[in-house]
């Protein structure tokens, strides 16, 4: 183990140390921030037949998950060397195309309908793991996605929460933050992950110890005007709202409507934006207001459009050429002018500290 992470009120500390330590960007003081990327299918396989060579590589024509993950791993010391400190990973994915027939149809989980966990995902997550270990990272464990999540019994949603904290526990490693749903929302239609639920899940996790030690734990909430509140906001060790769809001063807003809760002031922790767009603009105002910012870079060839219209252009034909880090396959170097403006950001403002 190379990598501890811990919280110091609304710093994150690493190795004892707070984070960027003594930094300051514009005039604004970076220590203590986590600045990441949304890796959201860092160790992602298709269950399903029909859909799952949708996502083959275009130099060998075939889908390859460990080659996905190994990728992944092996770009973690160039993002390092930028200033990156984070990147999220999910256990259920997240939206590779978003057009019906394949949106509702493919399978990534690391987990069966009943619960039971299937190795080869958390065989990947802990190659993750220990790789951003060895260069110092952090990794966002995303245990739930809305698409995958409906397919476990509501009431072994508990208890996954409990044993995959017990095996990320088991693994030794201290780089780990838990984000048990993806913008936890009404809009699941599933209540055990609706705001009025979330806390439940976030404490089972935070149930889990080993040798006294437990994971640092909360749930991420969607764009716009979403965040966490009531008892979600009072059981979170760190809140994690996504800002998805907001312009620079619409996030600000956000991060300050946050921070003025009541909830929020009676016991302040980190502000770790970790999902937003590839605008450093955002990037920009969440650090101007002392908070962690996620790039989200979906690229070319889904039909998914927020502030960047990603249906503009089909996938890519060469592997070289692969757009984003979402759409499947994924090219995790920092091959393209949009990936390089953000991580060129990343080390101006941070220095590659």
Not at 53 to 76: K, Q
Not at 231 to 250: A, C, F, I, K, Y
Not at 273 to 287: P, Q, R, T
């Amino acid at each position: 183990m190379k990598t501890e992470l811990a919280v110091d009120g609304t710093r994150f500390i690493i190795n004892g140390r707070p984070t960027y330590e003594g930094v300051m960007w514009r005039g604004v003081p970076v220590e203590g921030l986590l600045l990441n990327s949304r890796m959201i299918q860092g160790v992602f396989d298709d269950e399903n037949p029909a859909t799952r060579e949708l996502w083959r590589y275009p130099d060998t024509g075939r889908w390859d998950p460990d080659r996905n993950t190994d990728e992944l791993c092996a770009a973690l010391p160039e993002y390092r060397a930028h200033g990156l400190l984070a990147v999220t990973v999910g256990l259920q994915g997240g939206g590779s195309v978003y057009t019906p027939d394949v949106y509702e149809t493919f399978e990534c989980s690391a987990f069966e309908a009943g619960g039971e966990f299937r190795k080869p995902f958390f065989d990947r997550l802990l190659r993750v793991l220990r790789a951003a270990d060895e260069c110092g990272m952090v990794v966002i464990v995303n245990m739930f996605y809305v698409k995958h999540a409906r397919r476990i019994d509501p009431d072994r949603v508990p208890g996954i929460c409990e044993r995959a904290a017990e095996w990320l526990l088991g693994t030794g490693l201290r780089n780990i933050i838990v984000d048990v749903a993806n913008e936890s929302g009404d809009w699941w239609k599933q209540p055990v992950f609706s705001p009025a639920n979330i806390h439940k899940l976030i404490e089972a996790a935070q149930s889990v110890s080993v040798d006294g030690r437990r994971l640092i734990v909360g749930s991420s909430s969607g764009g716009g005007k979403e965040r966490a509140r009531g008892r979600w906001l009072d059981v979170e060790d760190v809140s994690m709202p996504h800002g998805n769809g907001l312009q620079p001063d619409g996030l600000a807003r956000k991060i300050r409507d946050l921070r003025g809760d009541d909830g929020f002031r009676k016991r302040p922790r980190p502000v770790l934006v970790n999902e937003d767009s590839v605008f450093v603009g955002n990037l920009d105002a969440a650090v101007a207001e002392g908070a962690s910012w996620g790039f989200y870079c979906q690229g070319y060839g889904s039909s998914y459009h927020d502030r960047t219209d990603w249906t503009g252009r089909p996938r890519e034909d060469r592997y070289e050429d692969l757009s984003g880090f979402q759409t499947l396959p994924v090219n995790w170097s920092i091959n393209t002018p949009v990936k390089r403006a953000f991580f060129d950001r990343v080390r101006e403002i941070t220095g590659g500290a």
